[in-house]
């Protein structure tokens, strides 16, 4: 029977979705109760949470997660009825057993069978029980609940999976060790709530990042959708049936021999017209069941934020706000390790240790505040602490000294351009702003992500009072503003994002630097590149006679100079993957459709500086070995 | 899947003698040689758009056309054979079809007809076509006429690994 069920994928992934999800609400839940202990309505959406899960990995047959979620559930059914009191410790031990049931429907997903040495934690949350009872000196009832509850199952709770519960000896220390081979742990046991060492905080944090990534492959494909808005569509394809059938029927009074030229194009007019709203209608309700809450996204922070500030010896509180706007999924499962990143910085780096806030006059707990929300076509989120802040001499500083920019230059420049150079590679804010090592990480890599989503990163500091830092996202991935150009009479499109202007050549700003050509700028020189070439295509006419047109692109730190016959506009297109057959083609990014229906290819700046850096290198391997 | 599936012919014809079935084949035209193709292979036949050629592309990519929203590849079957080029006229269609969870669409001279040969007349490929024999699954009779019956699966992978070979041969050099 149990094999039957495992082997039905369908209910394999909704369990799997559903625990997830279920995961996830409480981390959230579970940090907020350590700051309100007394919330009822949080303990026992944690104590349900751990029940679904519980029941039906019981029916499904993991043992493992059984257990684990049973003996966590024993300690929330002690916190609910309020025999109990929740101590660091007894949130720690709740938060491992989360972070061991993460790790054990990680590998279900993945169908590794791993077995797991949960003999230590399955003792610690029988510890914590009868801990908490003796420290809280509560009734006797309280002492025999928890001894019952460490004993065997408690009558009041429903049992779907009776199978792995009774397996469990009762005292702890004679728990049978399990074959290890999943990650091994430090023991905890031993350890007093009081000796919180940072060291097994980050390791905490460390694990906790072990079921966050999983979780982005497993939504991957799926999504979960507000009904209303297939309503919305539904509706709309209907309207989309009726328009296509008076279509129809003009059509059919079009070829009959009676017509009204008149009338005709009257109707048709009409209903091209409706024909066109309901199509961008469509087009919008289609796009909205792709957008998801960025609340996904926040909700890992609160946890995150308290594991690592434990980890750091700081106190910092999280405020999150507009958990409800939404975006793109796609985006939402790209914004999270950036968010990440900026959040961890933040942390690291931004607010001060307790002491130091507190000698700088500051209040004694740090805070980081999350923000989402929707300005027109853009997503904005900021995150803002309220720390140091970061000095921009001490930035303008380490500028010049890597040679970035001149002493006179620097006296030139803004306040925000100046604290823009820790976007650049290698200048991580770890070496310039703390002592405190980086991570190998930098807030360039944050930025080249972000830009990959079309989106940008700002930054904005006070010394002394805290920075923020601010995405603008556009709503989805999926329209991208190109700018149109024309070579040989074939349209190509280029992402505006990498333009960063266009000009009129003349043949006399056009020089030869061995084999290579550059075009004279007022600020220097830059490779030049005919997109003729790069396309495999003949030298366009007009090229002898100069008069051509060329973009200027910026690739990462390179800029280079893209000569094409003509520009034809900007235009926001829909980009669409190109076949399996063709994704080798380098200096494609894919293909979009054209006004009248044609395909135009989208180019990719990076691939195309490829191959020009690629036969520019074979050019020159040539010209070596002539001489 | 499906497609994929019934692409083997050998596996159709034993599955179809079994049942007396008839084999359903759309048959089209290539430089004078007539071929067939599993009708569940084919998705749709339609006539030729405009092309956009793909720059850097394997040489027997025609180009890529919109199909409903959804751009795919144009293969033109006299190149992938190393035919003579000819110019494509009003008898010249794209037969889409469906190969390794890829659409894509097939530059032929012309589309007959749906025909239906009865399994039997199948015979193993000969060794003398224009096409090389690794690309076809058998010969189909059917009065006078011979069809050839294309391997899709192969015909595309070998395309693959080829032009992967190209590739590479390329930045090597």
Known sequence: MTDDYLQDPALMQEFLIESEELLQGMDQDMVALESTPSDADRLNRVFRALHTIKGTSGFLGFEPVVQVSHRAEDVLNLLRKNELQLTPRIMDALLRARDQLGVMLGDIRDSNTTTYDLSELLAELVTVQSAAVVTTVETPKAMAMAAAAGATNLPTLPQPAPLAINQIPASPPALPPLPLEAPAREPVASQTPTAASPARASSVAAVAEVPGKPAADTSMHTLRVDARKLDDLINLIGELVLERNRLMQLSRSFSGNKFDGQKMAEDLSLSTTRLSFITEELQTAGLKTRMVPIETVFRKFPRMVRDVSQALGKEVDLEVNGQDTELDKSMVEMIGDPLVHLVRNSLDHGVERTDVREAAGKSRRGKISLNANQQGDQIIITIADNGAGIDPDRIGRKAVEKGLVTPEHLRTLSKREILDFIFLPGFSTAATVTDISGRGVGMDVVRTNISRLNGVVEIDSNLGEGTTLRLRLPLTVAILPVLLVEVRNEAYALPLRSVQETRQVVRKEIHRIESMEVLQLRDGTLPLLRLSRLLGLPDSEESEGGGQRAVILHVGEKRLALLVDRLLGQESTVVKPLSAYLLRCPGLAGATISGDGHVRLVLDPTGLLKTASMSSAAMKAAVGSTR | ?173
């Not at chain 2, 036949?45 to 027997?60: A, E, G, M, Y």
């Not at chain 2, 199909?67 to 080029?85: A, C, E």
């Not at chain 2, 097939?106 to 024999?133: A, G, H, Q, W, Y």
């Not at chain 2, 076809?136 to 595309?156: A, H, Y």
């Open chain 2, 1 to 173: 899947m499906q497609g994929s599936a019934q692409s083997n012919v050998k596996e159709l014809n034993g599955r179809a003698a079994q049942r007396g079935e008839l084999l359903q084949l759309v048959s089209f035209h290539v430089d004078g040689e007539e071929f067939g193709l599993d009708i569940l292979q084919v998705q749709e036949i339609i006539r030729v758009q405009q092309l956009t050629r793909v720059p850097n592309s394997p040489d027997f990519v025609d180009g890529v056309i919109n199909l409903r929203g959804k751009v795919i590849p144009v293969v033109s079957l006299r190149k992938r054979f190393g035919l003579q080029q000819a110019a494509q006229d009003k008898q010249s269609r794209i037969v889409v079809v469906e190969v390794n969870a890829n659409v894509l669409g097939f530059m032929v001279d012309s589309v007959s007809e749906v025909l239906r040969i009865p399994v039997e007349t199948v015979e193993p490929p000969p060794r003398l076509t224009k096409v090389d024999r690794e690309y076809v699954s058998g010969v189909g009779k059917l009065d006078n006429r011979l069809l050839i019956m294309l391997d899709l699966d192969r015909l595309m992978t070998m395309a693959e690994e080829s032009s992967v070979m190209k590739a590479a041969a390329a930045s090597a050099s």
